[in-house]
């Protein structure tokens, strides 16, 4: 489906994006890395939205209710997720971060430039996703031994369990704290962040992925450091943040002043 462009931010209703709770240090709720990709991408574009929280075990029902549509399939059954957009403007709902970003990109093109400048460079760049995924998979239940630690309280055991019954495997054999398998996940963590700054290197080291101009591969890029910034411990973002010359805390700091404005 087409859409025409329509409102500019001055005149349109709030874009309303569904995203998930936390009890993260600043009190603002955000943690999720796949919100913050299309919030990053709506923030560049300056459009004005709010946020609607949705705890983990109601994401289902509340999505079905809204008529968002599944994002995926488990065991032969609908998977609904967050983040959802619902643009009141339109009546359109958008699940899935990346449709998300090509929706706003598309149906408000105002300022400043495109997330996305060509059909041909977003094929790239959700190639480009996809391989971020892949190359930092290996940390991956490091982040979400960690991520269960900023959820709010009513949906921590939920969470646990639903992990649990996932993994076939306890909680605290996921990513033990000071064991070597924790080691192992850094480790991951280390030689895919080295990957990508190879990438960045290859571009000739230019501020962002693409060098010179901001593109919604360098939202993806900034969505998961601001997802470590949040969840690690205070000591291991430090770490982290500094891997590559301190890379990661430079690009987290240049894509949350490009992408201006209130969470």
Not at 87 to 116: H, K, L, M, W
Not at 212 to 219: M, T
């Amino acid at each position: 489906m087409k859409y025409a462009p329509l409102l500019s931010p001055t005149t349109m209703q709030p874009l309303v994006l569904y995203d998930i709770p936390g009890e993260v240090p600043d009190k603002s709720g955000y943690w999720s890395p796949n919100a913050a990709k299309c919030r990053y991408a709506i923030r560049y574009k300056r459009l004005p939205y709010e946020t609607r929280w949705v705890a983990f075990p109601d994401i289902e029902s509340t999505m079905r209710a809204l008529g968002a549509s599944p994002t995926g399939k488990r065991n032969g059954k609908d998977v609904y997720t967050v983040p959802v957009l619902q643009d009141p403007n339109t009546g359109v709902i958008v699940s899935d971060s990346f449709a998300i970003a090509e929706y706003v990109d598309r149906v408000y093109p105002t300022i400043p430039d495109s997330v996305f400048e060509s059909e041909g460079e977003k094929a790239l760049i959700k190639a480009f996703d996809d391989a971020l995924g892949m190359a930092t998979r290996g940390a991956l239940r490091w982040m979400m031994v960690c991520a269960k630690e900023v959820m709010v309280e009513e949906v921590k055991e939920w969470f646990v369990t639903m992990h649990e019954e996932r993994l076939g495997m306890k909680w605290e054999e996921i990513s033990p704290a000071g064991s070597e398998l924790r080691r192992e996940q850094k480790d991951a963590l280390k030689a895919a962040l080295d990957v990508v700054d190879g990438w960045y290197r290859r571009s000739g080291n230019g501020k962002w992925v693409q060098g010179d101009r901001f593109s919604y591969a360098d939202c993806l890029v900034g969505a998961y450091m601001f997802w470590y910034s949040r969840v690690l411990a205070k000591e291991d973002w430090e770490e982290v943040s500094e891997w590559n010359r301190g890379r990661w805390a430079k690009v987290l700091k240049d894509v949350e002043e490009v992408c201006d404005g209130s969470y």
